[in-house]
């Protein structure tokens, strides 16, 4: 049994209609989409959504927390929406937003061009990135991919982090 799955979903003054295997959620900031299993029995109410697996097999009652989760995540999203927040460190490592790409200069011979996904709003300050949106999963994703073209490095900490995220430092070689 699922204790996030057994809890009702407040709809935090969000419309949600489930028709055809798929839910739809409505807010302020937008609509979202996602369809879900037929193994699984999603109600609505007025101020609240709930979930419920049709019948008690094993792996249903394993994915009724993650579909409760990611009906949560919808609910926040056209609500309030996610951001997440990157920092470029380094000598000479910088960003801009260039219409709908991001073009950086990350040590490498030429510069690293990335086409921000609809849907996504991407903006640089300084040395602070933010990727914003109302899809948790495609904010996660993009800021990841942003991540990957220059992991922080061990000696230094250059690169591309999260904010916040904390590098282990390795001590670099001593002098005799």
């Known amino acids: 049994?699922?204790?996030?799955g057994k809890q009702s979903i407040e709809l935090q003054g969000a419309t949600a209609t489930f028709a055809n295997g798929t839910l739809t959620v409505k807010g302020a900031k937008g609509e979202l989409k996602r369809d879900f299993p037929a193994d699984?029995?999603?109600t609505i109410s007025d101020k609240d959504v709930?979930?419920?697996?049709k019948g008690d097999k094993?792996?249903?009652?394993s994915f009724w927390g993650t579909y409760a989760s990611h009906i949560s995540n919808m609910i926040t999203g056209v609500t309030k929406g996610f951001d997440k927040k990157l920092q470029i460190e380094g000598i000479g490592y910088k960003g801009e937003v260039k219409g709908n790409t991001l073009v950086f200069a990350l040590g490498f011979s030429h510069p690293v061009t990335i086409e921000i996904p609809e849907g996504l709003k991407t903006t640089i300050e300084k040395s602070i990135i933010t990727v914003s949106g109302i899809?948790?999963?495609a904010v996660g994703a993009f800021a990841a991919k942003l991540r990957?073209?220059?992991?922080?490095?061990p000696y230094k900490?250059?690169?591309i982090r999260y904010e916040g995220e904390v590098i282990a430092m390795k001590q670099g070689k001593k002098s005799v």
């Open 1 to 4: 049994m699922s204790r996030i």
């Open 40 to 42: 699984y029995e999603i």
């Open 50 to 53: 709930t979930i419920v697996p």
């Open 58 to 61: 094993g792996q249903m009652s």
């Open 135 to 137: 899809d948790k999963d």
């Open 148 to 153: 990957d073209n220059k992991k922080p490095e």
């Open 157 to 159: 900490g250059k690169g």
